[in-house]
């Protein structure tokens, strides 16, 4: 028993035994230490693979700022999108298994699944949606903003999602695409995503400790807390992000180590301990160029860094004149960047709880540097260099606040009232507009926005947050609500994509509740001009409106003898009471308003 303890100590102090004796990692810990500090990032944590080697793996820096935990290679992170190598990789063993071929139809196994037109849906291959070349921009609103734990119904917004380019024609960034990659594999297998990720790589790798789902994640030990920097200096911590059902997109929470077994598998042509978990003809595929996502052209001071472009689930560029696959991940408190370099035999994992940090390219960099001969960069002046130089930037931007667009001293043309209701957008979603302490909110499924006036109908958003509402740092969404002809609120448009149109969420009005004996009081014959209108009751306490030669119209109580019509925007009634009885109603409409008398 002795023996097989001093066997296990002696393997998890490996790396660091190994750390002091190869001069490529000498002084490291000084480095990422400075990394650490110039940042000003709570933590993160490295692995090194050289061959199939972890030659380097520490924490530094604390998981859970608040308490002083220290951060270690085996503490867990977020790793957002480096999650998609692992999603695609799954599609890889399914063609190796003669159970799918990359230039399929998406559709063939997801019937559900529609895109924008019909040249989308004729022509779109798998292939498309593993090397981002199906032409559709983010629309990450939809699915960051309007959570769904449902995969299915995500997909079915992919119908009214605008590409910005046509099929092949440039590179755009999708996480769409690689939820659909997730759903193929759970029709072909009947597993779920998450069970696929375990049995096919978290398991047969031995990362023992990764997980795909939140719930598990904080049922574990040695995890870390995601935080952000706010105002350049101060550290706050962040809630953490249920990407729900993205999660092929991003839901993967893991360590320094696993990952580093991941990279092992891909240095070494896909096997582990001998045994293929990837074929190699896939590892060659996914880490070659399918799709260029820019010119990337080689800068004066860094000639020797050109080309990006994308394979499946990852991205390859040329870094000192070494081929590197890398793919990056960030997500509310977590950044990472997962890479390898094939030719050196080279992995590198860097897991940061910062909120869109620039921890993992740094770090990342520092590494490559003293592996690869030649010319080094000091990564971290460089990074404090371009701070200085991005904060004496925004001081010149604030000389400019006078040139702002803001129309000054105007007024919204409504009362707030009349921009409350729920509003919709089949591409994205719904949510709902209240008044509360006379201010208007945007109440959406994990956020609530205060609605600040702009100018005219136009609002800016920000978050309402345990710590309250910061209305100094303002982003550039704005929201617009548009008038129908009737003069009432009929939507809130938003631009979701800097290159396309602002989409529009129609708006239905609050609704009350109104018990089946009140409604009782409306209902009758109603003579307009000649014409009898009739009001009734269905479905034991909907209201209805029949006008001769028309459809039936279904009313929406609104307000106390105030009507919507559910189906027609701009019509509405009011129904006119004296002494206690309803006499009378007045048809609103764009046109005009109209008065029945009741027989």
């Known amino acids: ?48 693979v050289d061959g199939n080697k972890v030659i380097y793996s520490k924490g530094f820096g604390y998981s859970d700022y608040e308490n002083k935990v220290p951060t270690d290679a085996n503490t867990l992170f977020a790793i957002g999108s480096s999650t998609k190598a692992f999603t695609s990789a799954i599609l890889g063993q399914l063609r190796a298994e003669d159970k799918l071929s990359f230039d399929d139809s998406p559709i063939k196994y997801i019937p559900e699944l529609k895109f924008y037109n019909d040249n989308l849906n004729n022509q779109v291959i798998i292939k498309d949606l593993m090397r981002h070349s199906t032409g559709l921009p983010r629309h990450d609103f939809s699915w960051y903003l309007f959570p769904s734990a449902d995969k299915d119904s995500l997909i079915e917004r992919i119908a009214y999602q605008e590409p910005i380019t046509g099929l092949r024609q440039e590179w755009h960034y999708n996480n769409f695409m690689f939820l659909a990659q997730g759903v193929i594999a759970e029709k072909i297998t009947g597993e779920s995503w998450e069970k696929n990720i375990k049995s096919r790589f978290f398991e047969p790798l031995g990362m023992s400790r990764s997980q795909t789902l939140l719930s598990e994640l904080q049922k574990s030990d040695n995890v870390a807390f995601g935080y952000e920097l706010k105002k350049g200096n101060v550290i706050s911590k962040m809630d ?12 993967i929470y893991s ?44 800068e004066e001071d860094h000639p020797d860094m050109f080309f990006a472009n994308y394979g499946y689930g990852w991205m390859e560029t040329s ?25 050196d035999k080279l992995g590198i994992v860097v897991l940061v709880n910062q909120n869109g940090s620039s921890v993992p390219g740094i770090v990342r960099n520092t590494i490559a540097d003293r592996f690869f001969e030649g010319k080094k960069t000091d990564w971290t002046k460089r990074f404090i260099d371009s701070q200085e130089k991005a904060k004496k930037m925004q001081e010149e931007l604030k000389l400019e606040d006078s040139k702002t667009t803001q129309i000054k001293n105007t007024k919204p043309s409504h009362i707030k009232q009349d921009y409350t209701g729920s509003y919709e957008n089949a591409g994205y979603g719904s949510f709902n507009i209240i008044v509360e302490n006379d201010s208007l909110f945007a109440i959406l499924k994990r956020k609530k926005l205060f609605l600040r006036h702009y100018h005219y109908d136009v609002f800016e958003p920000f978050e309402v947050t345990k710590t309250g509402i910061d209305t100094t740092e303002t982003g550039q969404m704005r929201l617009n609500f548009a008038s129908g002809d009737g003069g009432e609120i009929i939507n809130v448009s938003m631009k979701t994509e800097a290159a396309l149109e602002p989409i529009a969420f129609k708006r239905s009005p609050n609704t009350i509740e109104v018990s089946n004996a009140d409604l009782e009081m409306y209902v009758g014959d109603y003579n307009l001009m000649g014409t009898t209108l009739k009001i009734y009751i269905k479905n034991e306490n909907v209201l209805y409106l029949f006008v001769p030669g028309q459809p039936e119209y279904e009313l929406m109580p609104t307000e106390k003898h105030k009507f919507s019509f559910k189906a027609a925007d701009g019509f509405k009634i009011e129904f006119l009471e004296t002494d206690d009885i309803i006499k009378d109603m007045n048809l609103i409409q764009p046109n005009g308003t109209f008065k029945a008398k009741k027989s």
Not at 240 to 251: C, E, Q, T
Not at 274 to 289: F, G, R, V
Not at 324 to 329: D, F, Q, Y
């Open 1 to 48: 028993m002795k023996k097989f303890i001093c066997l296990i100590l002696c393997l998890a102090l490996f790396p660091s035994i190994y750390a002091q004796t190869d001069k490529r990692l000498k002084g490291l810990d000084k480095d990422l230490n400075a990394v650490l500090e110039a940042t000003k990032a709570v933590g993160f944590s490295v692995a090194i």
């Open 240 to 251: 953490y992000y249920d990407i729900s059902g993205m999660s092929p997109a991003g839901s």
């Open 255 to 298: 360590s320094a180590n696993d990952m580093a077994k991941w990279l092992n598998m891909w240095i070494n042509k896909g096997k582990h301990n001998d045994q293929e978990i990837l074929p190699e003809i896939y590892i060659n595929e996914a880490i070659s160029s399918q799709m260029v996502m820019a010119a990337a052209l080689p």
């Open 319 to 343: 870094y000192r004149g070494h081929y590197r696959v890398e793919h990056g991940g960030n997500i509310d408190g977590f950044s990472a960047s997962v890479a390898f370099y094939p030719s």
